[in-house]
């Protein structure tokens, strides 16, 4: 009872801005109290009085106790909105609280904010936290109890036991109809499902089902590709699942990562994500024949594709694994560009100066020239 007095005063501190009282009350009240709601008001006033640090680890330690606790995932949303360099990464936070609490109206808006922003580097400057976190009075919490032999029987425990068998029934009622199935199948389109394995779960991939526009034909922000219709990207995607079912999985890879890098939705990227994630787990993956001159002519077009390129190696390391620059195409003091590799293995008699053939996947390009490949095979030429 004491730890939800101190909880009341802090809100009202709270609310007249008092906030350094408020992480007076609350940085001992939170060990005791066993309420998300204190570390809330404790995050948002460290958050307001700029002590970020103890913002961020507050927020870790309370995320790790109440991951599902829904103001908790907010903060954690707007801070990833401020960091973020794109519309899409703002966007990132939020879509996962969806995914714990589909149909949010107050997340979709937020959502569609970001979308919508004219200028997204001036919408992010100006974004407050008030304006994107409700909040609310602690409730209170009330327990009415009935004494049955030697037995305590809660009010709260009855009600929640007459909702559950509600549910049940509801449940054994509703959810063999055909709608039910219906709204279950497109629940799972929205969301990445960890069992798709083969490539006859591809199917339950689609654009075709939107019943929006899946591009923005009116660009705010010039995109690297652009797509003139609806169909056009539809094509795009639905070409690339099929080259992913016929084992062509890099060139399904480029198709994905232009829609990627186009005036796509960003529920349409949502989708390439999961396809993405089906390349990424593919265990044989075939050699594309891209050469590093093909990648940095449009780098963003390459990012996991899985290639087989010769070079010299320098700058070798042999720490969690082993790294190294390799200079591709070299002869005579003259090569292509740099790659910079890693791998979580060991290569026997492996040293600076050995040429070498190394196979890998892309895994990101800095700027336009510099490529980093994490390698799943390294074979040293013999001299």
């Not at 100006?126 to 004494?147: E, H, Q």
């Not at 929640?160 to 509801?170: G, K, N, P």
């Not at 279950?184 to 339950?204: A, C, M, R, V």
């Not at 995607?237 to 890879?253: H, S, T, V």
């Amino acid at each position: 009872m004491k730890s939800e007095l101190i909880t009341k005063e802090a809100y009202k501190s709270f609310k007249k801005g008092s906030y350094v009282i408020v992480i007076q009350l609350l940085e001992k009240n939170i060990t005791i109290s066993n309420n998300p709601f204190d570390y809330f008001l404790l995050i948002l006033s460290y958050l307001f009085t700029d002590k970020l640090m103890q913002a961020e680890t507050a927020l870790r330690r309370a995320l790790r106790q109440y991951p599902a606790f829904l103001p908790l995932l907010e903060i954690q949303a707007f801070l990833m909105l401020k960091a973020a360099k794109s519309k899409e990464e703002a966007c990132t936070g939020y879509i996962d609280i969806l995914k714990i609490f589909p149909g949010n109206k107050h997340i979709t808006k937020i959502i569609t904010k970001i979308q919508e922003s004219a200028d997204f580097e001036q919408f992010q400057k100006k974004a407050k936290l008030k304006d994107f976190i409700k909040i609310k009075a602690p409730k209170k919490v009330k327990t009415v109890s009935f004494r049955t032999g030697w037995t305590i029987i809660h009010f709260k425990t009855i009600v929640f036991v007459l909702v559950i068998t509600a549910f049940l029934i509801t449940g054994i009622l509703f959810f063999s109809s055909p709608l039910a199935k219906f709204i279950q199948e497109k629940i799972e389109l929205l969301f990445y499902h960890p069992t798709f394995q083969s490539g006859e779960d591809l199917l339950h991939i689609s654009l075709d089902g939107m019943h929006y526009d899946i591009i923005d034909k009116i660009q705010q922000v010039r995109t690297p590709e652009f797509y003139a219709s609806n169909e056009a990207c539809i094509q795009d995607f639905n070409q690339a699942k099929w080259l992913i079912k016929e084992g062509k999985e890099n060139d399904a890879m480029i198709l994905l990562n232009k829609i990627d890098a186009s005036n796509a939705n960003f529920r349409v990227k949502e989708r390439v994500a999961f396809l993405k994630d089906f390349i990424n787990r593919s265990r044989d993956r075939t050699v594309a024949k891209f050469s590093y001159r093909d990648v940095i002519q449009k780098p963003y077009l390459y990012k996991g594709i899985n290639v087989k390129w010769q070079g010299k190696v320098v700058n070798y390391k042999t720490k969690n694994g082993i790294s190294f620059q390799l200079l591709i195409n070299y002869s005579k003091n003259s090569f292509d560009g740099v790659v910079e590799v890693f791998a979580p293995f060991k290569v026997e008699a492996l040293d600076n100066g050995a040429i070498v053939t190394v196979e890998g996947i892309i895994t990101n390009i800095v700027g336009r020239k510099i490529v980093i490949m994490q390698a799943t095979n390294v074979e040293i030429k013999p001299e």
